[in-house]
């Protein structure tokens, strides 16, 4: 199974930017969903994730107050909605489906990946 993520581009500080993954695990509704990043010459690091059941949300220290993880059932999306942006949100970003919420949260485990999507951010 291959996650799909889209809504990447450049953006100037302060402007925003929406993130979308599609994906078609099953059952949907079993799995947790996430969002991580990738800064250049670095590990993947945790953004934000939600439960199978919609709440609670977890995010990270960085973007609390700015970014807003969602997900769409019927669609079988997660949305990332990023506010104010900063130059240091430029990164690679990737989606992710986990069974285990902890996990995923925690130790950046997930069952299926998707293949990240570009967002930079200009000062």
């Known amino acids: 199974v291959q996650l799909q993520a889209s809504g990447g581009g450049s953006v100037q500080a302060g402007g925003s930017l929406r993130l979308s993954c599609v994906a078609p695990?099953?059952?949907?509704?079993?799995?947790?969903l996430g969002w991580f990043r990738q800064f250049p010459g670095k590990g993947r690091e945790f953004v934000a994730a939600?439960?199978?059941?919609?709440?609670?949300?977890e995010y990270a220290d960085s973007v609390k107050g700015r970014f807003t993880v969602s997900r769409d059932n019927a669609k079988k999306m997660v949305l990332l909605q990023m506010d104010n942006l900063k130059p240091e949100d430029t990164a690679i970003y990737y989606c992710?489906?986990?069974?285990?919420?902890?996990?995923?949260?925690?130790?950046?485990?997930?069952?299926?990946w998707g293949q990240g999507t570009l967002v930079t951010v200009s000062s």
């Open positions: 992710a489906a986990a069974e285990n919420f902890l996990r995923l949260v925690r130790g950046g485990e997930a069952d299926y």
């Open positions: 695990v099953r059952p949907f509704n079993n799995y947790n």
């Open positions: 939600i439960r199978w059941s919609g709440d609670p949300t």
